[in-house]
């Protein structure tokens, strides 16, 4: 099971910290990653982390803007969003992955607006 949190309502410029905890599994050997949605349009991918080497991917969108951070101890997984711009607006969603099973979570409001 994942749980989005800290979404909201932030200016353009603003930062937004985005955290998705866990439970019910092993965090460390998934994959792990975030997706953004908006009205009428598909879920499109943000940001990713691997499980055993920590390699991180970024859509080029955000690549200088966004950062994936994860803690298998604590079981969560971040992502720190600066610099936000209007376009950031959407449902972002967390993404866990090992082999073929993968988890959703529900998905948390982002809204960059003056």
């Known amino acids: 099971r994942l749980v989005e949190s800290g979404g909201g309502l932030v200016k353009p410029g603003g930062s937004l910290k985005l955290v998705c905890t866990t439970s019910?599994?092993?965090?460390?050997?998934?994959?792990l990653a975030w997706y953004r949605q908006t009205p009428g349009r598909e879920r499109e991918f943000v940001a990713s982390?691997?499980?055993?080497?920590?390699?991180?991917r970024y859509a080029s969108s955000v690549s200088d803007r966004f950062k994936i951070s994860r803690s298998n101890l604590q079981g969560t997984f971040d992502l720190q969003m600066d610099d936000l711009k209007p376009e950031d607006t959407a449902v972002y969603y967390c993404?866990?992955?090992?082999?073929?099973?993968?988890?959703w979570g529900r998905g948390t409001q982002v809204t960059v607006s003056s």
């Open positions: 993404h866990a992955q090992f082999r073929t099973t993968e988890s």
């Open positions: 019910g599994f092993g965090l460390s050997r998934y994959d």
């Open positions: 982390i691997a499980s055993v080497t920590g390699y991180r």
